[in-house]
Each structure stands twice: as structure tokens, then as C-alpha cells.
């Protein structure tokens, strides 16, 4: 009984000098705050400056159709970013209306249609898109990769 007598006084002792509170600094909080700064918020702020700036154009101008692939490039950064779906479908609007502009033949607004239908997962119409952009004289072959063939 003695023993377990020494043996518990010598474990709470142990406790008791193990227990210290003195604050030892490990890091600089300057090494890593550059880290845990939120960038997102600058890069939303950028995409929705840039998409209010290509709105205001086109409202002056609505006859400029590029403006929509514009808009459309403005409204992907801001899915990008935030993952909101809306942004996404807008996006996708507007480059129906900047194809139908150009009656479908500009394979550089097919080809972005195509990646808005491929950030939807719309594997099959990208791919008749791309196919289309490829009649119209584009190359198939280095965009293909990207249709995940259907």
C-alpha cells in the first residue's frame, strides 16, 4: 500500500511540474498571415468591376456583339470563383446570343460555348459544338481532349 502511496504522489507530482503556462512564441504571425489573407474577395471584386464595365458598354452600344463574349468571359470568372450556378447561365446566354450574331460560324465563340457546356457537364453538345467550330475551319483535334468524347 505504501507503494501505491509513493506512486501516486510521484504521477501528481509530475502532473503539477509538467503544467507550466509560459507562452513560448514559435512562429512570426508575419511568416504565414500572408497565407490566410482571403484573395477571393479581390478576385470577385476584379470579375464583377470588369462585368459591370462590359454591361455598361454594351448598354451604350448593343449593336457590338463582342462585348457579349465580354460579358460571357466576366460572368465564368465569377462562377470560378464563387460557384454559383446563375453566373454560369448567364454566361451561357450570353454567348447563344454572340453566336446567333454571327450565325454560328465564329469558332472562337463555338469553342467558348462549348467550355460553358463542359463546366455544366453538357458533355454531348459541346461536342457538336466543337464539331461545328471544326467544319468551320478550327482545329478539332487540340480541343477534343477537352469534350470528354460522348
Known amino acids: 500500500?505504501?507503494?501505491t502511496h509513493q506512486l501516486a504522489f510521484v504521477l501528481l507530482a509530475a502532473c503539477f511540474v509538467s503544467c507550466n503556462n509560459a507562452d513560448n512564441k514559435i512562429t512570426n504571425s508575419k511568416d504565414y498571415n500572408v497565407f490566410l489573407e482571403n484573395t477571393t474577395y479581390k478576385a470577385l471584386a476584379?470579375?464583377?468591376?470588369?462585368?459591370?464595365?462590359?454591361?455598361?458598354?454594351?448598354?451604350?452600344?448593343?449593336?457590338?456583339?463582342?462585348?457579349?463574349?465580354?460579358?460571357?468571359?466576366?460572368?465564368?470568372?465569377?462562377?470560378?470563383?464563387?460557384?454559383?450556378?446563375e453566373s454560369l447561365l448567364e454566361a451561357e446566354?450570353?454567348?447563344i446570343k454572340a453566336n446567333e450574331a454571327v450565325n454560328y460560324t465564329s469558332t472562337g465563340y463555338l469553342r467558348?460555348?462549348?467550355?460553358?457546356?463542359?463546366?455544366?457537364?453538357?458533355f454531348k453538345e459541346a461536342l457538336g459544338l466543337l464539331k461545328k467550330a471544326e467544319v468551320n475551319g478550327g482545329t478539332f483535334r487540340k480541343y477534343s481532349k477537352n469534350a470528354f468524347r460522348c
Open 93 to 95: 446566354e450570353s454567348l
Open 1 to 3: 500500500m505504501k507503494i
Open 112 to 122: 467558348a460555348l462549348a467550355r460553358n457546356y463542359i463546366s455544366q457537364h453538357r
Open 46 to 85: 476584379l470579375a464583377q468591376a470588369d462585368l459591370n464595365f462590359w454591361k455598361q458598354k454594351l448598354e451604350k452600344q448593343p449593336n457590338q456583339f463582342p462585348y457579349l463574349s465580354k460579358v460571357s468571359a466576366s460572368q465564368s470568372q465569377i462562377f470560378g470563383v464563387t460557384g454559383n450556378i
